[in-house]
């Protein structure tokens, strides 16, 4: 599946209020800035992966990177 940065932000913002936490506590639980947090939940395209990562990680969203089957031709 293909997510948008829309989508992403989204689902961060839904996770962090199912969880009761604030963007602040969550600014400060992972490490970022309040400001990176509201940026990222409005679906910030240029957002740092590392960061993005990180939030995630912090908010028990997993994330799985299924690489393409490799083809061999013989």
């Not at 599946?1 to 992403?8: G, N």
């Not at 989204?10 to 509201?38: D, N, Y």
């Amino acid at each position: 599946m293909r997510y948008t940065p829309q989508e992403i932000g989204k689902l961060i913002r839904e996770t962090r209020k199912g969880l009761g936490v604030t963007q602040e506590a969550l600014a400060l639980t992972s490490g970022t800035g309040l400001r990176f947090i509201i940026e990222l939940e409005k679906g910030k395209e240029t957002a740092q992966i590392g960061k993005v990562l990180t939030i995630l990680q912090t908010l028990g969203i997993q994330v799985i990177l299924t690489p393409p089957a490799a083809t061999k031709r013989g």
